[in-house]
Nanobody
Framework: EVQLVESGGGLVQPGGSLNLSCTAS????????IGWFRQVPGKERELISC????????WYADSVKGRFTISSGNTKNTVYLRMKRPKPVDTAAYFC????????????????WGQGTRVTVSS
C-alpha cells in the first residue's frame, strides 16, 4: 500500500519560516514526482510546487515563487517544502501527492495523497 505522510505544520508568524516534510513509501517505481498542494475552505485544491526524482527539476506556482523552496532529503522518497516569509494568505491545509513520472516538468495528475498538515500564519 502506498502511503504518504506529511509533517511540520503548525503556527508560524509572518516573516518567520516553516519546513514541511513528506515521506512516501510502499511504491516500487524508480522515477516519480512529488507535489505539494494546499487547500482552504470553499476553494479548490491548488498545486503550489513539485519535484521530479529523475532529474531533480522543480516547479512553483506564482503565488509562492521566490518564497517557498522544494527539495529532496537524503533519500529520494522524502521531500521538504521550506516556507520563507509566509503570509496570512498561506494559511491552509497542505498535502503532498505522488505519481509515477519521468518527465522534466511538473505533471498534471497525481495518484496518491497524504492526509495533510495544517499551516496557520498569524501574529
Amino acid at each position: 500500500e502506498v502511503q504518504l505522510v506529511e509533517s511540520g505544520g503548525g503556527l508560524v508568524q509572518p516573516g518567520g519560516s516553516l519546513n514541511l516534510s513528506c515521506t512516501a513509501s510502499g511504491f516500487t517505481f524508480d522515477s516519480y514526482a512529488i507535489g505539494w498542494f494546499r487547500q482552504v475552505p470553499g476553494k479548490e485544491r491548488e498545486l503550489i510546487s513539485c519535484i521530479s526524482s529523475s532529474d531533480g527539476s522543480s516547479w512553483y506556482a506564482d503565488s509562492v515563487k521566490g518564497r517557498f523552496t522544494i527539495s529532496s532529503g537524503n533519500t529520494k522518497n522524502t521531500v521538504y517544502l521550506r516556507m520563507k516569509r509566509p503570509k496570512p494568505v498561506d494559511t491552509a491545509a497542505y498535502f503532498c501527492a505522488l505519481v509515477k513520472w519521468v518527465g522534466p516538468t511538473c505533471p498534471d495528475l497525481f495518484d496518491y495523497w497524504g492526509q495533510g498538515t495544517r499551516v496557520t500564519v498569524s501574529s
